[in-house]
């Protein structure tokens, strides 16, 4: 009886196995991916009931997901960095051209001949960026520099008679003349008219300058 009871249930679980086997032989190579596209009903049966596959199915399973793994494994990998690969390619062309910038920039120009030249250098534009520089001294700079040998010997601060004079009719214009004359850096003209000739020539030269 024990026996007989015994084997009863291996016979009952050898046709169950075949008949496994044979769906998986008749479904030859597509039964592995429904099985793979399904995890949860395989996860879902009891261990009991766990089909018995062939050696040979089941290492063309196996292989079939270890190339499905790789497969999953390349496209995860080209997927994270195709859209990278822009943005590295670009970032590091934008770091080497400023590199590359810097350095041509540091060899044309090197540090010391640009404050040789700063030193040097008596332009006007150079000399308003001097903040700490005095107006006076800085007038006397363009002054030595300028090409009109009259303009040079003349210094601000000191009262000199006028070397040039606006002379014109009443409502005829002259203050517009003046104003745009005065605009040259190189000319001081007087604040208000002087009337000298006509009004204040008793008062002398000392009063004119
Ligand atoms: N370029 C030009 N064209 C035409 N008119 C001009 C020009 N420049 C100055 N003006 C006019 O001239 C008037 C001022 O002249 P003056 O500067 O000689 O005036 S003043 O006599 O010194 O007070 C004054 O006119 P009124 O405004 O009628 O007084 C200015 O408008």
Known sequence: ????????????????????????????????????????????????????????????????????????????????????????????????????TYACYCVL???????????????????RCQTPVPRTVETQAVRTHSPSPALSTMKFGNKKLPRAIIVGVKKGGTRAVLEFIRIHPDVRAAGTETHFFDRNYDRGLDWYR
């Open 1 to 100: 009886m024990l026996s007989a009871a015994r084997s009863e249930p291996q016979s009952a679980q050898v046709p169950r196995a075949r008949s496994d086997q044979e769906r998986t032989r008749t479904d030859s190579d597509d039964v592995c991916a429904p099985r793979r596209r399904q995890p949860r009903e395989e996860s879902v049966e009891p261990p009991g009931e766990v089909p018995l596959l062939p050696p040979f199915c089941v290492k063309r399973c196996l292989d079939a997901e270890s190339h499905a793994c790789n497969d999953m494994a390349w496209a995860l990998l080209f997927a994270r960095l195709a859209p990278c690969s822009p943005r590295l390619s670009r970032t590091s062309l934008c770091f080497l051209s400023i590199s590359f």
């Open 109 to 127: 120009f090197p540090a010391e001949s640009l404050t040789q030249k700063s030193a040097v250098d008596p332009t006007p534009g150079r000399a």
